[in-house]
């Protein structure tokens, strides 16, 4: 296939990275910028290896057909706890990219993996500096998409699996590892849940969003069926056909949510109440 559309994929030798370029070389020509090599051979596969500040600042997107950005400094909500400073380094990336693309007349789309995290923390009244820059981002891009004609698609995900390779460090790995060794399980949140969707409908996705011959800026939702953590423990420990024992902590949730009081207003001070006497002193001070 002969001039190939070029999309730049950041982030691209991340887990989710490796399915989504794998996927575009069948019809596309693929220009990675990661920090990490994905030792790929391909004629149609271009890596850079840079970070992304110093490579969109260089970089000429006229002849760019999509940016699929991918990249996040971690993708382990709990490690943003102790670390706030990482959520600045995503919304860094974001501004960078949507400023250049802002710059060229003929701008490419931009695809922005987002987090079902935001939904998720909304609720519970507190947002983990994770989501807050995920979140961030979303609005950041939905201000240049009004207002630089930036066609734009955010993408909300929920948890992820995969027929083959899911990573060892998740949960799914971690809790099918204990219960095929026999170990115990403990459960600490019987509130937690999962929403799994399978990676290759994310990759669908984005194929046939890029496929459009129109372009319109939107939230998707990927979005799986609640599982509870319960209900997932107990089905893995049936088809392991696993000796393990599982022990559930009930733990008390604290609503850390901030007080909020409303000031009462004394009614003299009251806006309408005072709208006459202003356009009567501004009258007065206006000469005509």
Known sequence: MKNRKKIIVTGGSGYLGKYIVDELLTKYHVISVDRKNLKLINKNYTMVKSSIKNFFRKKNLTDIYAIIHLATVESRSNLYVNNPELAFQNLSDMYIIL??????????????????????????????????????????????????????????????????????????????????????????????????????????????LLSQKKHKTKQINFYGKKIMISKLVEMIKRITKSKSKIQTQVRKKKRTSIEIEFYKMKKKWAFHNRLKSIIKKESTNTRF
């Open 99 to 208: 400023d250049r693309i802002k710059k060229f007349n003929k701008k490419p789309i931009l695809i922005f993996t987002s987090s079902k995290q935001i939904e998720n923390d909304n609720k519970n009244y507190i947002k983990n500096p994770y989501s807050l820059s995920k979140e961030f981002c979303e609005n950041l891009i939905k201000f240049y998409s009004k207002n630089y004609k930036i066609q734009s698609y955010i993408l909300r995900i929920s948890d992820i699996f995969s027929l083959f390779n899911n990573p060892p460090k998740k949960a799914l790995m971690v809790l099918i590892n204990k219960f095929i060794k026999h170990e115990k399980v403990n459960i600490h949140d019987t509130d937690h849940f999962f929403e799994y969707v399978s990676v290759q409908d994310i990759v669908n996705g984005i194929m046939k």
